[in-house]
C-alpha cells in the first residue's frame, strides 16, 4: 500500500459511518433476515427512516462482498433525502458511506469527491472535524443502525439515541428509537424488580407518544410495560393500538402478546392467524403461536379430576402444534435462542427426550452465548432433567450453574426455587439428605455473595422471545 493510500485509509477510518463503527459480521447474529426486513420498512414503513435503511442496506451488502448493490443502495438513501430537502448533517452519513465503498471497489476519484462533499458540509458546524463532525443526525443513525443490528448493539443504541435526543429532544424519530431500545434492554435483563414507576422504558414511551400520539406500535409496547401494574390504561393502549393499525402484523403481534399473557389464549390465536398469514416467514409470529399453544397444553395437564381430564390424544395434537410453531420459528431464524429453549422443552413434553437433550447441549456448547443466555439454558435444562428424566443429580448441577452466574432476574430466582425443592425433597424421603443440605448451604453461600449484575444483563446477544424489531 502506498503512502497516498495509507493517507486516504486513515483518514476514512476517521469518519462516521457504519464501516467505522466497529460492527463486525460475526456479531450480527440475525444477518440473513435483516436485509428483507429492511426492505419491507422500505416499503410499508415512515420515510423518515427510509434513508437509515437504505444506508444500512448497503452497509450490509458491502459486508456481504456485493458492492456495487451497495452503491445502488446509497444512491437512492441520498435522492430520499435530497427529495425531503433535509439538513446537510443528514447526508453526513450517506456520504461517508459512499466514500468507503468507491475506496472498496478501487474508485479512489469518486472516494475523494465525497470526501470533499462533507468537508464542505464541516466547514459550517462548530466543533467538527475536517470531514466528520457528532451531531444528532449522525448519534441517530447510529441509534437505529446498531438496533436493527441485534441485541449486542443495543447498548451502544441505547448511548447514541440519548445523545440524538439530548441533541434534539423533540425528535420524534430519536426519542421512537431511544424508548424502544430502553424496553428491549428492560426486556433482556427480565428483571422482576423493574417496575413501571422505576422503569426507563416507561418514562421515554410515554414521552414518545407525546410527540407522536398515534403511533401504534408505540402505544403497545407501552401496553406490555404496564399490563401488571395500571391495567385499565394499559387495556386502553392495547384497544387504541388495535383501532388505529387493525391488520398491521408489527403492531398485531404485541396486541396477540398481551392478550396472551391476560389469559386470552383463543383471541391472541386469532389474532396471530391473520398476522402470520400477512408475514409468513415471521419468526416472532410462529414464536408467539407456539407459546399459545404451551399455554393450553399446561391447561390440559392441570384439568386433574375425571369430568375435565383431556384425553391423552387431544394432549399430544396439542404438543405436535407446539413443536410445529416452535420449529419453524427456529427454521427461520435459527439465532431466536428462546425458540430452541421452547422446541426442546416441547419435545420434553411430548417424550421426544433425544431431541430435547440435543438442543440443549448444543446450546451449551456455544461460547457466544451471554450469561443471561447460558443462565436461562441451564434453568431450562435442569428443569427439563428433574422433570423429565428424573435425573435429579445432573438436574442439580445445571441448576447450580444458572444460579452462580447473575444474582438477579427470572432465570435466577427459577433455578433457586428449583433446588430448594430437589433439597426438600431428598430430606423428606430420607435420602441424599447429606446432598441436601450441601444444596442449601451452597445457595446460602451464593446469596451472601455481594456479586454487581452482570454486564450480560444489558447486552445479551438475543432478545427474549416476546421482542422483534421496532
Known amino acids: 500500500m502506498s503512502v497516498a493510500d495509507k493517507d486516504l485509509e486513515e483518514t476514512l477510518q476517521k469518519l462516521e459511518c457504519p464501516f467505522t ?69 443528514m447526508f453526513l452519513v450517506n456520504y461517508a458511506s459512499f466514500a468507503w465503498v468507491h475506496y472498496r471497489l478501487g474508485n479512489l476519484v469518486d472516494t475523494k469527491a465525497y470526501l470533499g462533499k462533507l468537508e464542505e458540509i464541516c466547514k459550517g458546524i462548530k466543533g467538527s472535524s475536517q470531514y466528520s463532525c457528532s451531531s444528532p443526525a449522525v448519534e441517530g443513525e447510529k441509534g437505529w443502525t446498531f438496533l436493527w443490528l441485534g441485541a449486542t448493539f443495543y447498548e451502544r443504541a ?8 439530548e441533541g434534539e429532544p423533540d425528535s420524534v424519530s430519536y426519542n421512537a428509537g431511544y424508548a424502544v431500545v430502553l424496553y428491549r434492554l428492560e426486556g433482556i435483563a427480565w428483571d422482576t424488580s423493574v417496575v413501571p414507576a ?10 414518545a407518544l407525546q410527540l407522536e400520539a398515534d403511533n401504534a406500535e408505540l402505544m403497545v409496547l407501552l401496553a406490555l410495560k404496564l399490563q401488571n401494574s ?36 383463543d383471541e391472541s390465536l386469532e389474532i396471530l392467524g391473520r398476522a402470520v398469514a400477512l408475514s409468513p416467514n415471521s419468526s416472532f409470529l410462529h414464536h408467539q403461536i407456539g407459546l399459545c399453544h404451551k399455554h393450553q397444553l399446561l391447561q390440559m395437564f392441570q384439568a386433574q379430576n375425571a369430568a ?28 431466536n435462542l428462546y425458540a430452541r429453549i421452547d422446541l426442546a422443552e416441547a419435545y420434553g413434553q411430548n417424550r421426544r427426550l433425544a431431541e430435547a437433550e440435543e438442543i440443549f447441549r448444543e446450546l451449551l456448547k456455544d461460547e457466544s452465548l ?49 433446588l430448594r425443592k430437589i433439597a426438600e425433597k431428598w430430606i423428606s424421603a430420607g435420602q441424599r439428605v ?32 416476546e421482542s422483534d424489531l421496532f
Open 21 to 89: 463503527w466497529g460492527v463486525r459480521k460475526s456479531d450480527i447474529k440475525d444477518i440473513a433476515n435483516i436485509p428483507a426486513k429492511l426492505q419491507q420498512r422500505v416499503e410499508s414503513g415512515p420515510r423518515r427512516c427510509h434513508a437509515t435503511y437504505l444506508n444500512l442496506l448497503a452497509f450490509l451488502n458491502d459486508l456481504d462482498g456485493n458492492s456495487e448493490k451497495a452503491l445502488e443502495f446509497l444512491q437512492k438513501a441520498e435522492t430520499v433525502l435530497e427529495e425531503d430537502k433535509e439538513a446537510d448533517t
Open 158 to 165: 441505547k448511548l447514541s439515541f440519548r445523545k440524538a435526543v
Open 198 to 207: 422505576a422503569s426507563e422504558a416507561v418514562v421515554q414511551l410515554r414521552r
Open 230 to 265: 395500571c391495567k385499565g390504561e394499559s387495556l386502553k393502549l392495547v384497544e387504541d393500538a388495535l383501532r388505529l393499525a387493525p391488520d398491521v402484523p408489527k403492531v398485531t403481534r404485541y396486541v396477540a402478546k398481551y392478550l396472551r399473557l391476560e389469559g386470552s389464549i
Open 308 to 335: 375435565n381430564r383431556v384425553p391423552a390424544a387431544q394432549k399430544r395434537a396439542k404438543a405436535a402444534e407446539c413443536i410445529r410453531h416452535f420449529r419453524k420459528a427456529v427454521e427461520i431464524k435459527p439465532s
Open 370 to 418: 451471554s450469561d443471561l443466555e447460558r443462565q436461562r439454558c441451564h434453568t431450562s435444562y435442569g428443569t427439563f432433567l428433574f422433570y423429565r428424566k428424573k435425573d435429579d443429580i445432573e438436574a442439580v448441577a445445571q441448576l447450580k450453574s444458572a444460579y452462580k452466574l447473575l444474582a438477579q432476574g427470572h432465570n435466577w430466582e427459577q433455578a433457586g426455587r428449583k
Open 434 to 465: 447429606r446432598e441436601a443440605y450441601e444444596i442449601l448451604d451452597f445457595l446460602s453461600a451464593e446469596d451472601r455473595q455481594e456479586r454487581l449484575p452482570s454486564e450480560d444483563v444489558r447486552t445479551s446477544g438475543e432478545f427474549h422471545p
